[in-house]
T-cell receptor, first 112, second 115 residues
Framework: KAGVTQTPRYLIKTRGQQVTLSCSPI?????VSWYQQTPGQGLQFLFE???????NKGNFPGRFSGRQFSNSRSEMNVSTLELGDSALYLC???????????FGPGTRLTVT | AQSVTQLDSQVPVFEEAPVELRCNYS??????LFWYVQYPNQGLQLLLK??????LVKGINGFEAEFNKSQTSFHLRKPSVHISDTAEYFC?????????????FGRGTSLIVHP
């Protein structure tokens, strides 16, 4: 099976802009989670989607949002970008109820 | 609330030497414990996991970890490291939340293997 794919791999945006990141899970996986990884804060959970519904949410402002489509693909949107949003954004997928998830390679977002 | 502490931010070691990466956690309920590895410019890869049963868990690439409930630790070990083991290692506590399992990660330990 193909692994988790994320597009784009690298992105440069300007403060105040918005950005959309995409994640395609492993075939058959219905759960998709998003994480932000920064040197200062480490790996932090953003949110999880399962069957097109947000099932869990981390402690991030409302500028961070996501959605999941009927084919389980997911997008994450960040509006009004700030310099502090520069990070590696990781997507992970898993079968519905399990604890083990599989990570994609990430999207490196740089905000200037 | 649960938390994970990785006691060493960086561990330098020579090739073929043994290594231990330390992880302590706090939680008021039973947890699952995972170790992940992240190579440069890549996502996280699961090394091993403790769900229940035997406290000694074996994973990929010759790594193993021991769950110690009394000391709330889950240290990762390898008897002989290779240059290719140079990477960032993350310990994670997995808790059930909203019908799903959500990880809380430690800050990571950078393993640097010297020739």
């Amino acid at each position: 099976k193909a692994g988790v794919t994320q597009t784009p791999r690298y992105l440069i945006k300007t403060r105040g802009q918005q950005v959309t990141l995409s994640c395609s899970p492993i075939s058959g996986h219905r759960s998709v989670s998003w994480y932000q990884q920064t040197p200062g804060q480490g790996l932090q959970f953003l949110f999880e989607y399962f069957s097109e519904t947000q099932r869990n949410k981390g402690n991030f402002p409302g500028r961070f949002s996501g959605r999941q489509f009927s084919n389980s693909r997911s997008e994450m949107n960040v509006s009004t970008l700030e310099l502090g949003d520069s990070a590696l954004y990781l997507c992970a997928s898993k079968e519905g109820g399990g604890a083990e998830q599989y990570f994609g390679p990430g999207t490196r977002l740089t905000v200037t | 609330a649960q938390s994970v502490t990785q006691l060493d931010s960086q561990v330098p070691v020579f090739e073929e030497a043994p290594v231990e990466l330390r992880c302590n956690y706090s939680s008021s309920v039973s947890v699952y414990l995972f170790w992940y590895v992240q190579y440069p410019n890549q996502g996280l890869q699961l090394l091993l996991k403790y769900l229940s049963g035997s406290t000694l868990v074996k994973g990929i690439n010759g790594f193993e970890a021991e769950f110690n409930k009394s000391q709330t630790s889950f240290h990762l070990r390898k008897p002989s490291v290779h240059i290719s083991d140079t990477a960032e290692y993350f310990c994670a506590v997995i808790l059930l939340s909203g019908g799903s399992y959500i990880p809380t990660f430690g800050r990571g330990t950078s393993l640097i293997v010297h020739p």
